[in-house]
């Protein structure tokens, strides 16, 4: 998916994108291709699963007050559970996230902004078709088929197939959706 679909999508669902201008960002260490996403499409302030977005960045040892050793992961944002979302800039700027209570471990997301980017909009297109099909809970209760999640799945490999095969936050997002239909289907079946 380019930048210019991922701005028409987000644009056309009425989502509000925060772009970074280039003064705010270059000292950060990105490389050409995350500097142009930022300037040029930006990052919605939310968006599903769960996931926050930063108006100004900052290294993860600025923000902790950790150490040098951080410097190199830019927080970007923040997951459902309150860990830093990062640009590794040691790593051509692979999308990580920091376990926040295992002294910042990193775990994969994405290969890339851009992939990133592309993920959630296809998983927006995924909670959309589950309230278009399943019903206005349907997200809420984790109403989705197996063919939902599959295509959910296959779609993400295509984007980037380390994140789906990689165990983190795409795999750990696919436990959770199981976990809750599994609940809620528990549920239901003892009213």
Same mark, same amino acid.
């Given at each position: ?5 991922? &701005? ?7 989502? =509000?994108? %925060?772009? !970074? #201008?280039?003064?705010?960002?270059? +000292? ?22 769960? &996931? ?7 290294? =993860?040892? %600025?923000? !902790? #007050?950790?150490?040098?050793?951080? +410097? ?35 775990? !994969? ?5 851009? +992939? ?76």
């Amino acid at each position: 998916m380019r930048n210019e679909e991922i &701005l028409a999508y987000w644009s056309g669902h009425g989502v =509000v994108l %925060t772009t !970074y #201008r280039l003064e705010s960002v270059e +000292a950060c260490g990105f490389k050409k291709a995350t500097l142009d996403l930022l300037q040029t499409v930006g990052l919605p302030v939310e968006a599903d699963p769960f &996931l926050n977005f930063d108006r100004d960045f900052k290294s =993860v040892s %600025t923000s !902790y #007050r950790i150490g040098a050793q951080f +410097a190199h992961f830019i927080r970007i944002g923040f997951d459902s559970a309150g860990n830093p979302l990062v640009i590794n800039t040691e790593k051509e700027d692979l999308i990580e996230w920091l376990d926040h209570e295992t002294q910042f471990a990193p775990h !994969y997301v994405n290969c890339s902004l851009q +992939a990133l980017s592309a993920s959630m909009v296809l998983y927006h297109q995924f909670v959309e078709n589950l309230l278009a099909t399943r019903g206005p809970d349907a997200y809420e209760k984790a109403d989705f088929t197996d063919e939902q999640l599959t295509e959910l799945k296959t779609g993400l490999s295509k984007i980037d197939e380390q994140a789906v095969l990689a165990k983190g936050f795409w795999q750990g997002e696919f436990t959770t959706l199981l976990a809750n239909r599994a609940y809620y289907k528990t549920s239901e079946n003892s009213l």
